[in-house]
């Protein structure tokens, strides 16, 4: 079952900013993905990425990042060696993040779409890029929902959560119905 934890912030009238947290495996990328979803089919405009992970005979090597206005996949991380910068064991391709950020959440920002971040996490607060563009959404975005690495004490992971007008904590095995209410709420935004 999800738990919801609710603060309300004076900002811009319609604005709405919701963080998704929770344990890892509780199911954040798979609400994100569930709310982007039910918003494109209602007709809303999306934009901004999710991260999938990559497997290979049933073990993780990576993770993939997934544009949702263009819906193209770019490697994000992989196992084992590679150029870049390195979380336990994976090497971070922080240039297609990068380029990500440059062209499908620059664009969903300046058209006002719904703007989807997964997750603001270790990995991708390694860019400087990704940490201004996370300031950005929290200053300009009228409607937006990131996902937040529950245990993280990152500086930036704690302004999102203040910032943030809803905080949803996801629990593991919680229904997708939460995917709904919070497409419906950033619809209506």
């Known amino acids: 079952m999800s738990q919801h934890v609710s603060s309300k912030k004076a900002g811009l009238p319609g604005r709405l900013l919701i963080g998704v947290t929770g344990a890892p495996g509780s199911g954040k990328t798979t609400l994100a993905v569930s709310v982007a979803e039910h918003l494109q089919r209602s007709g809303v405009p999306v934009g901004?990425?999710?991260?999938?992970?990559?497997?290979?005979?049933?073990?993780?090597?990576?993770?993939?990042?997934?544009?949702?206005?263009?819906?193209?996949?770019?490697?994000?991380?992989?196992?084992?060696?590679?150029e870049g910068p390195r979380i336990g064991r994976y090497t971070v391709h922080l240039e297609n993040l990068e380029r990500t950020l440059a062209v499908e959440v620059d664009e969903a920002i300046k058209a006002g779409r719904v703007v989807v971040i997964d997750e603001v996490g270790p990995m991708e607060?390694?860019?400087?890029?990704?940490?201004?563009?996370?300031?950005?959404?929290?200053?300009?975005?009228?409607?937006?929902?990131?996902?937040?690495?529950?245990?993280?004490?990152?500086?930036?992971?704690?302004?999102?959560?203040?910032?943030?007008?809803?905080?949803?904590?996801?629990?593991?095995?919680?229904?997708?119905?939460?995917?709904?209410?919070?497409?419906?709420?950033?619809?209506?935004?």
């Open 48 to 82: 901004g990425f999710v991260t999938r992970e990559v497997r290979i005979q049933g073990s993780r090597v990576g993770f993939d990042l997934i544009e949702l206005g263009s819906g193209q996949t770019k490697p994000f991380a992989r196992a084992g060696v590679g």
């Open 125 to 189: 607060l390694l860019s400087e890029g990704f940490r201004r563009m996370v300031r950005r959404i929290l200053a300009e975005s009228s409607r937006a929902l990131l996902t937040i690495h529950y245990y993280s004490r990152d500086p930036l992971v704690g302004e999102v959560r203040r910032a943030v007008t809803e905080l949803v904590t996801v629990r593991r095995g919680a229904p997708l119905s939460e995917a709904e209410r919070l497409a419906s709420l950033l619809a209506g935004a």
